[in-house]
């Protein structure tokens, strides 16, 4: 498993720096954006299934990974992998618990400014909110399904792991589907979200740090 910080940069977001296969840019910015922003204020919780693929420059097979995702306003989110290996990761507001096995750790987001923009992207990915955050530029196309947001990386710490990152949303109800993550290394992980309830009912149990 990849350093913590890394694995809170996998449900963060990026951009391709031309048009993608299949997609066209939005023919209307201003509807995009008033029904994007609509949507994410409705947005309180959501939970889903989720696999993750994971392409190593230095390998010819993929890594999946399989688990389950939890979002909850404000600030809160947990990742619980189960297959092939069980990984915990939670965030709560400026404090992040990551527990391998056996190890657990914490972290409090308020002293590093990377965690801190780490926190914030990981919240924007979920509810919509990313064309606000002043750490990325971004471009928006579409086809028939999807919307895609591609964001390039401005602030100087994230520059430094991210080459892009395409959020990927669902015309349908404005919710995240699909991240795609190219590091700066070539490495490519895309995040795939399934079965997903918005506004669902999530205890806040779910998210406590002891």
């Known amino acids: 498993m990849r350093k913590p910080i890394l694995l809170l940069l996998l449900i963060a977001c990026a951009s391709v720096q031309s048009q993608p296969p299949g997609y066209s840019p939005v023919a209307d910015m201003i509807k995009f954006k008033q029904e994007f922003s609509a949507a994410s204020q409705k947005m309180q919780s959501m939970k889903s299934d989720f696999v993750q693929e994971k392409n190593l420059a230095m390998l010819s097979e993929k890594i999946i990974s399989k688990g389950k995702f939890w979002f909850k306003k404000d600030n809160m989110v947990r990742m619980e ?16 618990y990551l527990k391998d096995g056996s190890k657990e750790s914490k972290v409090s987001a308020s002293s590093n400014k990377l965690f801190q923009q780490i926190n914030k992207i990981t919240v924007d990915c979920v509810r919509g909110t990313a064309l606000a955050n002043t750490d990325f530029k ?30 990927y949303i669902d ?40």
């Open 81 to 96: 992998y189960s297959t092939p290996f069980q990984y915990l990761m939670i965030m709560n507001r400026n404090n992040v």
């Open 138 to 167: 971004f471009t928006i196309f579409e086809n028939g399904k999807n919307y895609l947001v591609a964001l390039s990386p401005i602030a100087k710490n994230l520059k430094g792991y991210f080459r892009n990152i395409d959020i």
């Open 171 to 210: 015309k349908k109800d404005y919710s995240v589907s699909k991240i795609d993550m190219i590091e700066l290394s070539g490495d490519d992980t895309i995040i795939h979200f399934a079965n997903k309830e918005l506004n669902a009912d999530i205890p806040d149990a779910l998210f406590a740090i002891h």
